[in-house]
């Protein structure tokens, strides 16, 4: 069944860059206008007269679909660790650190659609938007030419973080320490929960507070659900460290 999306009609000039987008990405969309959906970013389609989808249907789409590939793959190359570990790796190799960096590599940052605001906030650099739009890329190239050409492209650029977390040399983020703390510690697992949100739909400002062992953390504030959760994270994190090591201090 298709979806309907609205999406941007392709200019001769938008066409020619999108081409040499997909040449370095590796990529071949059947319809252009496809992939420059997904690179139509909230605050872009806001300030156009176009009658057009934003890129979050193909984000959430994107997600799921990375998320089937990396697990199907951790399955058939680990098949002896646990759900716990296969649970670890796999949220280190799709975290937001990992994504944006794939996202950098192909260039997305040079071709995404930005409105005004979000352009002069440096909005081609933030992690959660580069975030964003790869996996609405992954989503689009889905639906544009099946789960299989979406696999292959998922794949071929998920083999280095996923050979950065199993050698352990990657960068871990504060949801994933905080996971571990709380496991080891707990026996249980951090849950986020949004305290409130502000401001109008291109520039939100969240806040989310993390629950752990019936204690309320935070709040962390960022400008997605995804950077107020990490900000969320890092304070339990830090906090609770804190409360290990001078509980363990001589004298206490």
């Not at 941007?8 to 990405?25: G, I, M, N, Y």
């Not at 190359?77 to 794939?102: F, M, N, Q, T, W």
């Not at 975030?131 to 979406?150: F, I």
């Amino acid at each position: 069944m298709r979806i309907p999306l609205r999406t941007p009609e392709v200019s001769r000039a938008r066409r020619r860059e999108l081409l040499l987008f997909q040449k370095k990405a590796g990529l071949r969309f059947k319809r252009l206008d496809n992939l420059d959906l997904a690179l139509c970013h909230r605050s872009f389609v806001h300030e156009t007269s176009a009658d057009i989808n934003n890129n979050e249907t193909l984000e959430f789409l994107g997600d799921s679909v990375i998320g089937m590939v990396v697990a199907d793959y951790l399955i058939r190359l680990l098949p002896d660790r646990s759900e716990g570990d296969l649970a670890r790796i796999k949220a280190h190799v799709v975290s937001e650190d990992s994504l944006a960096g794939i996202a950098l590599k192909l260039g997305i940052d040079s071709v995404v659609h930005l409105g005004r605001g979000e352009e002069a906030s440096g909005g081609r650099k933030k992690k959660a938007l580069l975030c964003d739009c790869l996996e609405a890329l992954v989503g689009a190239l889905y639906l544009d030419s099946g789960y299989a050409k979406a696999a292959d492209f998922v794949l071929k650029n998920m083999n280095s973080p996923i050979d950065l977390v199993l050698a352990d040399r990657h960068r871990k983020d504060y949801k994933t320490l905080l996971q571990e703390l709380v496991q080891k510690r707990f026996r249980g697992y951090p849950k986020y929960v949004l305290n409130h949100k502000s401001g109008p739909d291109h520039r939100k400002t969240f806040w989310m507070a993390v629950q752990i062992n019936g204690e309320s953390y935070g709040p962390g504030k960022g400008a997605n659900k995804k950077s107020a959760e990490q900000e969320a994270a890092r304070l339990a994190y830090e906090q609770l460290i804190t409360w290990k090591r001078s509980s363990e201090s001589p004298g206490s």
